[in-house]
Nanobody
Framework: QVQVVESGGDLVHPGGSLRLSCTAF????????VSWFRQTPGKERELVAR????????MYVASVKGRFTASVDSAKSTVYLQMNNLKPEDTAVYYC????????????WGQGTQVTVSS
Protein backbone atom coordinates (compact mmCIF):
# COMPACT_ATOMS: atom_id res chain seq x y z
CA GLN A 1 0.00 0.00 0.00
CA VAL A 2 1.36 3.41 -0.96
CA GLN A 3 1.53 5.60 2.11
CA VAL A 4 3.74 7.67 4.38
CA VAL A 5 4.03 6.96 8.09
CA GLU A 6 5.39 9.31 10.74
CA SER A 7 7.05 8.23 13.96
CA GLY A 8 9.21 9.62 16.73
CA GLY A 9 6.82 11.85 18.61
CA ASP A 10 7.18 11.88 22.38
CA LEU A 11 7.04 13.92 25.57
CA VAL A 12 10.20 15.97 26.07
CA HIS A 13 11.35 18.71 28.43
CA PRO A 14 11.96 22.26 27.17
CA GLY A 15 15.42 22.47 25.65
CA GLY A 16 15.33 18.82 24.67
CA SER A 17 15.56 17.18 21.26
CA LEU A 18 13.53 14.77 19.17
CA ARG A 19 13.92 13.30 15.72
CA LEU A 20 10.79 12.61 13.73
CA SER A 21 10.76 10.17 10.83
CA CYS A 22 8.56 10.08 7.76
CA THR A 23 8.87 6.78 5.90
CA ALA A 24 7.57 6.08 2.41
CA PHE A 25 5.96 2.71 1.70
CA UNK A 26 5.42 1.64 -1.90
CA UNK A 27 7.51 4.42 -3.39
CA UNK A 28 10.57 6.58 -2.69
CA UNK A 29 10.90 10.30 -2.12
CA UNK A 30 13.36 10.77 -4.99
CA UNK A 31 11.15 13.16 -6.95
CA UNK A 32 9.09 14.54 -4.11
CA UNK A 33 8.88 17.60 -1.95
CA VAL A 34 8.43 16.40 1.61
CA SER A 35 6.94 18.84 4.06
CA TRP A 36 6.40 18.78 7.79
CA PHE A 37 3.28 20.46 9.13
CA ARG A 38 2.03 20.79 12.69
CA GLN A 39 -1.36 21.42 14.17
CA THR A 40 -2.74 22.24 17.60
CA PRO A 41 -6.42 22.03 18.60
CA GLY A 42 -8.48 24.86 17.17
CA LYS A 43 -5.75 26.09 14.86
CA GLU A 44 -4.99 25.56 11.19
CA ARG A 45 -2.26 23.22 10.11
CA GLU A 46 1.04 25.14 9.88
CA LEU A 47 3.91 24.46 7.49
CA VAL A 48 7.10 23.96 9.48
CA ALA A 49 9.66 22.77 6.94
CA ARG A 50 9.79 21.74 3.30
CA UNK A 51 12.53 19.64 1.75
CA UNK A 52 13.24 19.23 -1.94
CA UNK A 53 14.62 15.70 -1.86
CA UNK A 54 16.21 15.84 -5.32
CA UNK A 55 17.95 19.17 -4.62
CA UNK A 56 18.50 18.46 -0.91
CA UNK A 57 17.38 22.00 -0.13
CA UNK A 58 15.10 22.83 2.77
CA MET A 59 13.17 25.87 3.88
CA TYR A 60 11.88 26.54 7.39
CA VAL A 61 9.31 28.73 9.02
CA ALA A 62 10.95 31.53 11.01
CA SER A 63 9.91 30.14 14.39
CA VAL A 64 11.95 26.95 13.91
CA LYS A 65 14.86 28.19 11.79
CA GLY A 66 18.16 27.30 13.43
CA ARG A 67 16.52 24.68 15.66
CA PHE A 68 14.95 22.22 13.20
CA THR A 69 16.70 20.41 10.36
CA ALA A 70 15.10 18.30 7.63
CA SER A 71 17.14 15.60 5.92
CA VAL A 72 16.70 12.44 3.86
CA ASP A 73 18.40 9.05 4.08
CA SER A 74 20.54 7.67 1.28
CA ALA A 75 17.78 5.35 0.08
CA LYS A 76 15.39 8.32 -0.26
CA SER A 77 12.81 6.37 1.71
CA THR A 78 12.83 8.25 4.99
CA VAL A 79 12.83 11.98 5.69
CA TYR A 80 13.82 13.15 9.14
CA LEU A 81 13.03 16.25 11.12
CA GLN A 82 15.65 16.83 13.79
CA MET A 83 14.22 19.17 16.40
CA ASN A 84 16.58 20.75 18.92
CA ASN A 85 16.07 23.25 21.73
CA LEU A 86 12.37 22.42 21.82
CA LYS A 87 9.97 24.91 23.32
CA PRO A 88 6.47 24.46 24.79
CA GLU A 89 5.05 26.25 21.76
CA ASP A 90 6.39 23.43 19.56
CA THR A 91 3.79 21.14 21.12
CA ALA A 92 1.55 19.85 18.33
CA VAL A 93 0.67 16.90 16.17
CA TYR A 94 3.27 16.77 13.40
CA TYR A 95 2.28 15.57 9.94
CA CYS A 96 4.34 14.54 6.96
CA UNK A 97 3.23 15.44 3.45
CA UNK A 98 4.77 14.16 0.23
CA UNK A 99 4.05 16.04 -2.99
CA UNK A 100 5.43 14.83 -6.31
CA UNK A 101 7.50 17.27 -8.38
CA UNK A 102 5.56 15.87 -11.35
CA UNK A 103 2.24 16.63 -9.71
CA UNK A 104 1.26 12.99 -9.29
CA UNK A 105 0.93 10.43 -7.80
CA UNK A 106 -0.11 11.81 -4.47
CA UNK A 107 0.05 13.97 -2.46
CA UNK A 108 0.30 11.71 0.52
CA TRP A 109 -0.37 12.58 4.15
CA GLY A 110 0.65 10.61 7.20
CA GLN A 111 -1.49 10.03 10.25
CA GLY A 112 0.50 12.37 12.49
CA THR A 113 2.72 11.96 15.53
CA GLN A 114 2.29 13.82 18.82
CA VAL A 115 5.09 16.02 20.14
CA THR A 116 4.63 17.40 23.63
CA VAL A 117 7.15 19.81 25.16
CA SER A 118 6.51 20.26 28.85
CA SER A 119 8.35 20.38 32.13
Amino acid sequence: QVQVVESGGDLVHPGGSLRLSCTAFGFTFSRYFVSWFRQTPGKERELVARLSVSADIAMYVASVKGRFTASVDSAKSTVYLQMNNLKPEDTAVYYCNAESADGYPGPYWGQGTQVTVSS
